[in-house]
């Protein structure tokens, strides 16, 4: 091949790759300005205090949604008897009942007329219910001299076993025996603990189905103590 042919081809093939990398190093440049944004990147331990703070939130969600998710302080009870009457409604009289008492003696919710009333569904089987006595016998303690009367009944146990359990823990407040569930069929109970707040006029005022704390039990007794409880009713 004749030498000058040569060095043309030469030539052109340097060109060639010239061309080619210079269009490489464009791309790349083209491919930075895409992935450039107008924020600056965080420091690595900006970005790390960001995830921890964001792993916390998590964590706090989780336990939030595991302690106030449905189920979680109730218990679901079979009752034997069958439900009769009206069911209780809020602003209507709670109905009233018969209760055996741990003494063996009787009373009726009336017989409470003129004070308010906190019932207690529960049984000594339930753990919310365990949970929550403590604190239901300090909340009794804080206003019994004010009046207030706590009726808890148990449902579907035998005498011995809630004495037993009463004595154990120091319960004072007044505990009634629906041994064959007739008083929670009548009050529509599905689960426990079930609570229903009732004024000195005897109508109801709030209920809750599950555990409370001790500052929503305490809040929920003031409604039905203070004059307002009355005032409303008018």
């Known amino acids: 091949m004749p030498m000058a042919n040569r060095e043309r081809e030469e030539g052109e093939t340097a060109i060639a ?3 080619e990398g210079a269009y490489t190093e464009q791309e790349d440049e083209s491919s930075d300005l895409l992935l450039r944004t107008p924020f600056r990147r965080p420091r690595a331990g900006a970005l790390r205090n960001i995830l921890a703070t964001l792993a916390v939130g998590a964590i706090i969600v989780g336990l939030v949604y595991f302690f106030d998710r449905p189920g979680d302080n109730t218990r679901s009870i079979t009752l034997t008897a069958a439900a009769t009457g009206e069911a ?4 209507k009289e709670a109905p009233d009942f018969r209760v055996q008492g741990l003494d063996g003696q009787y009373f009726q919710l009336s017989d409470f007329r003129g004070r308010p009333v906190w019932l207690n569904f529960w049984a000594t089987w339930c753990p919310p219910c365990r949970a929550e006595n403590p604190d239901i016998e300090a909340v009794y303690k804080a206003y019994k001299d004010q009046g207030l009367v706590i009726v808890a009944v148990d449902i579907g146990e035998d005498s011995n076993t809630v004495k037993g359990y009463v004595q154990r823990i120091g319960l004072t407040y007044r505990i009634g025996l629906d041994s064959d569930t007739a008083i929670a069929a009548q009050y529509r109970i599905a689960g426990i603990p079930t609570h ?3 004024d000195k006029d005897g109508i109801i005022r709030d209920w809750r189905i599950g555990g409370m704390s001790k ?3 305490e809040k929920k007794v003031e ?3 203070s ?3 009355e005032e409303g009713k008018q």
């Open 17 to 19: 790759h010239g061309g």
């Open 88 to 91: 209780p409604r809020v602003g």
């Open 196 to 198: 229903y707040f009732v």
């Open 215 to 217: 500052k929503a039990m």
């Open 223 to 225: 409604a039905i103590m």
């Open 227 to 229: 004059p307002s409880a």
